[in-house]
Each structure stands twice: as C-alpha cells, then as structure tokens.
C-alpha cells in the first residue's frame, strides 16, 4: 500500500525539462531516498512534494489525499501539508532563539505555554541538544544547527519528513556522525523520510530504497543492495562505485553461465553466472556476440601467481602502491583502464610488475557491448 | 646548498625596510591628518559651543555670558522649532518606513510586474534634489494657484501645501520613500529565499512569514536604515524654508538661519540653539557607529536563486499601487517643473497665451543665473575632486596601516555625517569671520567649496574604505615583494584599481554639492550665490517660471550627472550594509 504517490510528474524550467514525468510510489515509515548529481531534478521532486514549486501536470498524493493536481486545479500550499522539511542551507531564523525556532511550527498550530515548551524539550531530547533551547541560533556550530532544523521539522509529528542534502554542509568526520544518527532517529520515530542527495554513501547506508535520478528521469529505482550489485542501467552502474569495465566476446552458453573471451588482457576466459547477465532479452547474449563484462574493484582480489586451471584470472600491471597506514593501495591498469584496489596486506609487490586478478564470479555483471 | 647559505648572508646585511614607512613616518602622516582633519570637522563646531556664551557678534571682542542662551530659551519660537523638527520627523518615519519596508519586499520578494523598472523609479527619485521635488509639487498644491487643487475644488477639496501635512507630503515623496527602497530592496533581495520556505513548511501563510520571519530577520538592516533616517531629522531644510516659512513654522535649520539672518543677527542665539543639538547628535553618534558597524545576521547563502512569492490576485494591484507611487515620486515633480517653466502662469490653462518661452530667453540671458551656474559648477567639481583624491588617501590609512590614532582619525569622519549642514555652516562662518587669519576668504567660492567637501566626508571615507577591503591586501603585498615602495605602491597599484570607485565618489559629491543650500546659505553673498540658493530667492521673491528654469538646471546637474554615471556602469547610491 503506496503512502506517498507520484503520477507522471512533470516540471520544466524554461525549455528545460527539470522533472520528466516520474512514477513513485513511497511506502509509509520508508527512508527514500533520491539520488543524483546536481541538476539531475531531485530537489525539484522534493520541492514539489513539499509544496514549494508547482508541478506543471501531473499528480502528488499522500494517502488518500491528493496534494497536487495541475490538471484539475488543485494545489494544497505548503503550509496546509503537514511535511517537515530540513534545507541544505539549515534555513534557522537569525532573530530567534532555539526554542523560538522549534516552537514557531507549535505556535502556527495553536501548541502554546507548557505544551510547546515540553514538545521542544522532547524533541531537542531526541535530536540530542538538550539545555540549548536559550541559545541564539546563529550563536550554534554547524552540527547543532543542522539539529534544530531537524527538530524544528520533526516537533509537530509530521507525516512526512523532507531532507534536501542536509549533510552536505557539515565537515567529513561530522557527516559521518550524523549520518549514523539521522538513522537510529528514523528508526526511533519511525517517520517516512524523503532524503535528497548526491552521495553515494549518504544513499546506501541510509535508505530502504533509492531512486537513482538523470536528466529529470529515473533510472532505477531498489534496494541499496539491488542498485549497487544488479545496477539496471549503464548510468547506475558507472554511478555507483568504480568498476572495470572488460570488453569480450560471448564463447560458450549454458543455464549456469555464461563464458566470455577477453580480449587483450592475456587472453583470459571468464564464468559470469546466468544471473548476473544484465538487459537478457531479443536473443542477449548468444554465443560469438561481443559484451561487456563489468566488475567492482572490491570484488577483485590481486594475487602474485598464477594458479592453474583457475578460470576468472586476468593479467594487469601494476602501476604504483602507496602505503595508507591500515591498508594499501594498488593502482592498476587492466586494459585500457587504470583502477585502484585496496588490500590490508603488502604482497610485496612493485610499480611496473606483472600482477593477476582473480574476479570473483558473484561481482561479475554481463552487459551488451554497446552499453 | 653553499649558493644557498650564500643568499642568506646577502640578505642579512641588507638592512631591513619595513613594511610601511618607517614608524615616526607614520605618526608624522597620522598627526598632521588628525590635525588637519580636526581643525577642519571640530574647530567649527567648537567654535558654535563656545560662542554660545558670547554675547557679542561675530569678528568683536568677545564678552562671555549666559545671556544667549537666557534669550534663546525665554524665546518659545526656540523650542517650538525643536519640537517641530521632531514632530516631521517622527510622522514621516511612521508612514515612510512600513511603506518602505512593504515596497522593497514587493519588489525584492514577489512576483509583481516591473519589479526593476520600478527600483530604477526610486533610484530617480532618490537622485531627484529635495529642492526641485518640493518645488513641483509646490506649484501642483498652492492653495490658490496649484493645479491639482483646481481639479480638485469641485470636490469640496483644497489640499494646502503650506502646512504640516503639506510639509509631511512633500517629504514623502522627495527622499522619505524612496531613500529607504533604495537601501533595503537589495537586503530583501539577497536574504535567504529558505528562511522563508521553512516559515511555510512549518505551517505559516506568505503574509505570517512576512511579519514573522522575513521582516524580523531584515531587522538589522531595517534598524540602520532607520537611524539613518533620524540622524537626518535635524538636517532637514529646503522643504521647510519653502513651506513652511511662509505661514511662520520654523524647524530647527530654519530657526538657526532666521536668527542668523536676522537684523541685527542673533548669532549667539543660534549658537546656542546649535549646541543642544550639537550634544544630542555627538551622543548619538557612537551608538549610531555601534549599531550600523555590528556584523549582520548571515542571511545569504546564495545557493540556490531566491524564490520568487507569488502574489496570486494580488499581482495586478500590487504593481499597480508601485507603480502609482513611483509615477508620483518622479514624473509628477518632473512635469510640473517643466511645466512651470513654459507657462505663462503655472496653472492658468485658460489664459489668452497659455504657453510661452519667454521664461527660458529671460533666463538664459539673466546674468544671476549664468553666474550661480558657474559657481555651481566650480564648487561642485572642486568638492569632487578634493573629495575622491584626498579622501582615498584617508580611507587607505584608515584600511591598510597599522598607524597609531586611526581610531581618532575614524571617529572624526564619521562625525560631518550627523551634523546638520546648517550647523556646519554657522561653525564654518564663525571660523572665517572670527578669525583675522581667514577672514579675506570670507564672500570667495573657497569658503562654499570647503563646506562642500566638509558635508560629504562619511559618505567618500566609507565608501572608499568598503573598497579597500573589498580589494584585498595581496595585489598591493604582490607589489611591495616586488619592490616598490609604500608611495610607489600607493600610485602604480592601489590608485588604478581604485579609479572606478574614486570616479564614483566624484560624482556623488558633485550631486551632493550641486544641490546643497542648508550648508552654504550663511557662507553665500550674492556673487558666491549657487543654483540651488538663486532658486530660494526666486521662490521668496514669487518668481516661480524663472525658478523653475532654475530648478531644471539644478537637476540636469544632479540627475542628469547620475545617468551619464549610470550608463557607464557606476553604482550611483548608497548603500546600508
């Protein structure tokens, strides 16, 4: 049962199309994410769920209430939506206190006196900033104002929560932190969470699903796991993470695999399992066709020796290591490619030396040449 | 490594030059300025002090008392004038600043028609002089005379501009509105458009966030403004002397002319008037320096562009109330001048010969206006150039060095800003006349181009020292690595990256100086006589077609001078941040 519903949305800025008519279908209580570099209409989706841009056609709606409808001339503000929303910028109130800033959202809905005070002390409770509630807000760090602005969006029990890259001005290490709490909160309140960003990271670790957005359109939408193992397209694969890409062609079929010569890398063969064969459809892949084989360097382990009769070894140089303290870190060039691989040992190994990957058969992916 | 420790000996025995003239330099140049400066801004006015405890006149011997001040406040003329300058002040700012503040946030924050079309109206407007605004809506509301009253008098209804709410009016729509869009439009502007979107996902309608969020959140900027405003309550002169004088209601500038004209002059009375003031302001002013001084709230992030609210039905009015108001501001006052000028009498469209051009052959060969011409024009390029060039010099001490006294030095340009030009002219007239060494210069264009340039000091040193830090320190250290010295630098580096701001400096005080008349009206005889001055006496004599005549001069110098500067991209205004 969809929570929040989005029919064929569509938004263009001038002749730009900047959202081009995309579905989605949020559960309640999920952490969605969308993902994208800039430009890509994420924050305009968001903007339009919230209230803040109006979609030229198309439908928003949140339960059974519809939010928005170009076509039949409906549009509810976003002051009558009921959504919280944290903006990249934090957006506090310079003239106004901690506790004037989270209660401002009570006071619109008539909380006031010890009613208020005890909502925003729970919340600050919770978002972890207890006993700041006198502060001015431009008097916080980034970390704590990045936490008002959270409770500010969270104190008046919203049904949906909007974060437009929230993390995005905090510095490395407090992104991390926040990041790890942003989660355990939305599993405390258990509130559904639309979360726009251009991490990756940020992406995976939080979400239950990820819409993967280019262009004004979506190219994937799944799991974390799904996207980033069983990417749908050529733009999410490259998207997310680093692979090598290996060109080949199809030599032999059978329900378990299928396998492929590799051409120019020593002349390798390789299993990928059937599973793995993305786009299999109008007679992809058959035997003598020329593909693609795609692998993420974590899954690609770097040995010295060759070991006979093991299939899924390739042959690549070596090109420099560098000490990182917990690990090691080889640049490689396997083709025409150069990727770095990271082993938390020394195979003592040098720049310029003859190495082997042994490409683990479950990270292999088969895609059409042409993609 | 031996080529090395080779060049570190060479350096050693190269004798340290520092990196600003050599520390009793620099005390030299900060002395000599602080005196200069002293001399020139607090002489005068101590001179006003002083001089209120004298009973006789100007240039004899002086006779201490407190007789003055007994007479000038025995006098309830005195302080019924105070109380009159308060009075416009606090009705005009009670009107002008919510118009002001709802004005700039139509057209910074909403989608109303023409938003920049109407921000260059108030720019014109703000340009427009005081004298020629007054003036035209003058000849429009004369209560006998004036041709909307004529319009107007079937209707039962005779607006008299010679009156208090002639007086608020004409304010209104000289500087009152539009100085204050001019400053607080482009704050509204770059404020974050995402206070304002959180306002409304918290729950609140565009009118609530208005109120709660974006005008208190502006609050800073609106606070300057304001006090910007009420330093100038005192200040205010032209408007008054033209209608107000006639029905006997005296201001504080007023006042002190009318004592100082007076025959015999009651000068130690108008001194004394002027050092109440002259206490209030100079109290004032540390606060006013705290307060506009003190770092704003950050409310710009310039991340994303500023969203644009959206009016609704309001679209149509909204932009059709700006656009009322910026018609009355400019092109009213324009027209009626113009007017004025070819009519035989302003007004009288039934006359036998309506239109005439015998104003403009009279004026263009009147030797009074040819010569108030001139003197504007040598008093108006003087001030600018002595302005631009020694006041960047000032502004750079002030930025750059590390001079001991820069604070002194500071504090005292920050002082002409909240002097009333009559004040400043009454200290500049006890200067030159009680004092044997400068009294030949009384009745020369000197004496007028030195209160010219006195009345624009805050206005150049703030905006030349914003520059300077605007530029960086790094072009100029580039140069002194280099090897230049701190003159060198001064002319080869700073000076030609600081022309276009030095222009712009120039310009404003041209305009500032070829339209002032509270300043110089003391310091004038009838050969030193300007534009603006000519244009009073015109007026208090009745010749109003030839003062208009006069009036357009007055503004071919200052709007005119404004949209040449305009068009070659300089920032004419000013600014509240």
């Known amino acids: 049962m969809s929570f929040l519903r989005i029919q064929n949305l569509y938004k263009t800025f001038g002749q730009v199309a900047a959202v081009n008519r995309i579905n989605l279908d949020i559960a309640e209580g999920e952490f969605f994410t969308l993902l994208g570099s800039s430009g890509c209409g994420k924050t305009t989706t968001l903007r339009m769920v919230g209230g803040l841009e109006k979609p030229d056609s198309g439908e928003i709606h949140l339960g059974d209430q519809c939010l928005a409808a170009p076509g039949k001339n409906l549009f509810i503000k976003p002051e009558k939506r009921n959504m919280g929303m944290v903006f990249q910028s934090y957006a506090l109130w310079p003239h106004m206190t901690v506790f004037e800033n989270v209660a401002y959202p009570l006071k619109l809905r008539g909380i006031k006196g010890a009613d208020a005070a005890k909502k925003v002390s729970e919340v600050l409770g919770l978002v972890g900033l207890s006993g700041l509630e006198e502060r001015p807000a431009p008097a916080l760090s980034g970390g704590q104002q990045q936490r008002v602005a959270l409770a500010r969006a969270l104190v008046f029990s919203p049904k949906v929560l909007l974060l437009d890259e929230p993390l995005s001005n905090l510095d490395a290490q407090l992104r991390e932190e926040m990041r790890r709490e942003l989660k355990s909160l939305q599993q405390r309140v258990h509130i559904t969470v639309i979360f726009v960003t251009h991490d990756q990271i940020e992406a995976l670790s939080l979400s239950d699903r990820i819409a993967i957005m280019r262009f004004g359109v979506l190219e994937q939408v799944g799991a974390p796991e799904d996207v980033y193992f069983r990417p749908a397209t050529p733009f999410v694969r490259d998207f997310l993470g680093k692979t090598f890409l290996l060109p080949g062609k199809v030599s032999a079929l059978s329900d378990k695999q299928v396998n492929v010569e590799v051409q120019g890398v020593g002349a390798a063969s390789l299993a990928v399992p059937r599973a793995n064969v993305i786009g299999s459809a109008n007679g992809f892949p058959a035997v003598g066709q020329g593909v693609m084989v795609a692998i993420r360097p974590e899954q690609v382990d770097l040995s010295g020796n060759r070991q006979e009769g093991r299939a899924n070894m390739v042959e690549a140089a070596l090109q420099g290591v560098q000490f990182l303290g917990d690990r090691y870190e080889y640049a490689v060039k396997l083709g025409t490619e150069s990727r770095v691989l990271l082993s938390p040992v020394s195979q003592g190994l040098r720049a310029g030396d003859k190495v082997l990957l042994d490409l683990k058969p479950e990270g292999m992916t088969l895609w059409p040449r042409d993609a | ?577």
């Not at chain 2, 490594?1 to 050693?12: L, Q, V």
């Not at chain 2, 009016?169 to 607080?184: F, P, R």
């Not at chain 2, 920050?414 to 030159?432: E, H, N, Q, Y």
Request: positive net charge; aromatic residues 14%.
């Open chain 2, 1 to 577: 490594m031996k080529t090395m420790a080779k060049t570190e000996t060479a350096n050693i025995e190269v004798a340290p030059r520092s990196w600003f003239p050599p520390l009793d330099g620099g005390t030299a140049i900060m002395t000599v300025l602080i005196a200069f400066m002293g001399f020139y801004v607090l002489y005068p006015l101590t001179l006003i002090v002083i001089n209120s405890f004298n009973t006789a006149t100007i240039a004899e011997p002086e006779v201490y008392g407190l007789d003055a001040w007994r007479k000038a406040f025995a006098e309830p003329g005195i302080w019924r004038s105070l109380w009159n300058s308060v009075k416009i002040g606090i009705v005009l700012q009670l009107i002008a600043l919510p118009s002001g503040i709802f004005i700039s946030w139509l057209l910074a924050r909403t989608n109303i028609y023409g938003a920049n079309l109407f921000e260059f109206g108030f720019w014109i407007s703000f340009i427009l002089p005081n004298l020629a605004t007054t003036f035209g809506w003058m000849l429009l509301l004369d209560p006998s005379t004036g041709l909307v009253n004529s319009w107007l008098r079937p209707l039962g209804i005779n607006f008299d501009i010679y009156s208090f709410s002639g007086i608020i009016w004409a304010h209104l729509m000289a500087n009152g509105i539009s100085t204050k869009v001019m400053l607080m439009t482009p704050a509204f502007r770059r404020m974050d458009a995402s206070m304002e979107e959180a306002s409304r996902m918290s729950g609140a309608s565009p009118f609530t966030t208005l109120l709660r969020i974006t005008i208190p959140a502006m609050t800073p900027v609106i606070i300057v403004v304001f006090l910007l405003s009420v330093i100038r309550i005192f200040s205010s002169f032209e408007t008054e002397l033209l209608l107000g004088v006639p029905w006997g209601f005296y201001v504080y500038a007023t006042k002190i002319v009318d004592l100082a004209r007076q025959e015999p002059p009651l000068v130690n009375q108008a001194a004394a008037l002027g050092s109440v003031i002259l206490i209030f302001l100079i109290a004032f002013i540390p606060i006013q320096r705290r307060l506009i001084a003190r770092r704003q709230f950050t409310t710009v992030t310039g991340q994303f562009k500023p969203k644009i609210i959206e009016l609704g039905i309001w679209r149509w009015p909204a932009t059709i109330l700006v656009g009322f108001i910026v018609f009355l501001l400019d092109v009213v006052p324009i027209l009626s001048v113009f007017g004025g000028s070819f009519m035989t009498r302003f007004g009288f469209f039934n006359l036998p010969k309506t239109w005439t051009i015998e104003y403009w052959k009279m004026a263009l060969s009147d030797p009074r206006i040819l010569q108030g011409l001139q003197n504007t024009l040598i008093i108006a390029f003087s001030a600018a150039i002595v302005g631009a060039l020694f006041f960047s010099l000032v502004g750079y001490i002030l930025v750059r060095t590390k001079y001991p006294g820069r604070g002194i030095l500071d504090s005292i340009c920050w002082l002409p800003s909240a002097i009333p030009g009559v004040l400043s002219g009454l200290g500049l007239l006890w200067m030159f006349l009680g004092t044997p060494f400068f009294r030949p210069f009384y009745g020369t264009l000197f004496l007028l181009v030195i209160a010219s340039v006195l009345g624009g000091i805050t206005l150049s040193t703030q905006i030349l020292k914003a520059n300077f830090v605007q530029l960086g320190n790094e072009l100029e250290e580039a140069s002194r690595m280099s090897g230049a010295g701190f003159w060198r630098t001064y002319f080869k580096v700073v000076f030609p990256l600081m022309a276009q701001t030095m222009v712009l400096v120039a310009v404003l005080k041209f305009m500032f100086a070829a339209q002032q008349t509270s300043s110089i009206i003391l310091l004038a005889t009838s050969e030193t006589r300007t534009l603006s001055l000519l244009a009073l006496d015109q007026v208090a004599a009745g010749y109003r077609e030839v003062a208009s005549i006069t009036v357009i001069f007055i503004m071919l110098l200052t709007l005119g001078v404004a949209l040449v500067a305009r068009s070659f991209g300089l920032k004419v205004g000013i600014r509240a941040d």
